[in-house]
């Protein structure tokens, strides 16, 4: 996608702070962060939002909570954190582009779910 912010990000073009990268998934530090702790898992492949997932993509789903358990680990969230999806204009979606953001280091509205 020619004009997707986080496909940018994969292919280089727009800089980030990378902490992760493998053939399918890059990870790296929110733009404009929420809590002391916070960065964003996406799959390369352009898959709009949630609502995209199907039998053909949701393996790069799981992986993604593979390496977000595994940076987890790395990062020392062994207490919690957060691993927020918005998912659509309604759902509070901005980049349509599925990322997952995980957040730590500060409660986030325990009374929302
Ligand atoms: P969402 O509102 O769930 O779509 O989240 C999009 C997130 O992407 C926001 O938290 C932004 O701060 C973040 N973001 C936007 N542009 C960049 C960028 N160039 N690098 C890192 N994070 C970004
Ligand atoms: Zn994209």
Redesign the pocket.
């Known amino acids: 996608m020619t004009d997707c912010?986080?496909c940018k990000?994969v292919s280089g073009e727009?800089?980030?702070?990378k902490i992760y990268e493998d053939e399918d998934i890059i990870a790296?530090?929110?733009?404009?962060?929420?809590a002391p702790v916070?960065f964003?898992v996406i799959p390369k492949e352009h898959i709009v939002s949630a609502m995209e997932v199907n039998a053909e993509n949701s393996g790069i789903i799981a992986r993604c909570f593979e390496v977000i358990a595994a940076l987890a680990k790395k990062e020392g969230l062994s207490e919690g954190f957060h691993i927020?999806?918005?998912c659509g204009e309604k759902g509070?979606?901005?980049?349509?582009h599925l990322?997952f953001?995980v957040l730590s280091g500060r409660s986030l509205g325990e009374t929302l779910v």
Do not use: C, E, R
Request: glycine share 4%; charged share 10%; hydrophobic share 40%.
């Open positions: 912010i986080f990000i727009i800089p980030s702070k790296f530090h929110d733009i404009n962060p929420q916070h964003l927020i999806n918005n509070g979606q901005t980049v349509m990322h953001h």
